[in-house]
């Protein structure tokens, strides 16, 4: 029981510096966040957090999945109560129309933040970017393929070349939006979005 206790413990202790530590990341920079900026969030000295982590580089991969989870799941949630594919694809239009708020509360978004910041500096987490780039790319082309096949869309839909559209207008806008503070940037691709979506029906 007492090694159960122990690990559940040690786990905790790693979930709240994850979940602590995650806005001042997005915030600040995956490079320019120190251990000690992490020390004052969390309240833990630097050898309870390397106790848990072995390395900033550690710290930072966990949070950017949090970061990327938590972000998504509210996509994914409304992804999930839509009957059709079309309105699948409209709910990335709904949730930046109404919930952009909450994505520059966190510090803009994770994966965008990630991509600028770390290019050529981490290769781990480039690789994770990556990763969730082509996860979200194999999202949306299972929702575009699954429409081909209800008679939804437009056979000739190009998945890739739709994904890519999708992807640019709505991180385009969110960089536009949270660097000058004009949200007519965003909206204005997410209007564009949404015709390109009706565009593309059957």
């Known amino acids: 029981m007492g090694r159960s206790k122990k690990f559940s413990d040690r786990e905790q ?3 709240d510096i994850v979940e602590k530590s995650a806005r001042l990341f997005n915030k600040k920079g995956y490079l320019s966040t ?26 930072a991969l966990e949070v950017f999945r949090y970061n990327f989870r938590l972000l998504f799941a509210g996509i994914d949630q409304l992804v999930s109560e839509a009957s059709t594919a079309k309105d699948q694809l409209m709910a990335y ?3 930046y129309r109404k919930n952009y708020h909450l994505v520059e509360d966190m510090g803009g978004c994770p ?5 600028v910041d770390v ?13 969730y780039i082509k996860t979200w790319e194999k999202s949306v082309t299972y929702t575009i393929n699954q429409g081909q096949l209800a008679g939804e869309w437009n056979q000739q839909v190009d998945a890739h070349v739709f994904f890519s559209r999708l992807a640019a207008l709505i991180q ?10 004009v949200l007519d940037y965003l909206f204005n691709n997410l209007d564009l979005l949404e015709e390109h979506i009706l565009s593309i029906c059957a």
């Open 111 to 115: 994966l965008l933040n990630v991509s």
């Open 13 to 15: 202790t790693k979930k």
């Open 34 to 59: 120190s251990i000690q900026d992490i020390e004052q969030v969390t309240g833990l000295t630097k050898g309870s957090i390397y106790g848990n982590f072995k390395n900033k580089e550690e710290v």
């Open 93 to 95: 239009v709904h949730f």
């Open 119 to 131: 290019d050529d500096t981490n290769p781990a987490l480039k690789a994770k970017a990556v990763k």
């Open 172 to 181: 385009g806008g969110v960089f536009l939006a949270k660097t000058t503070g």
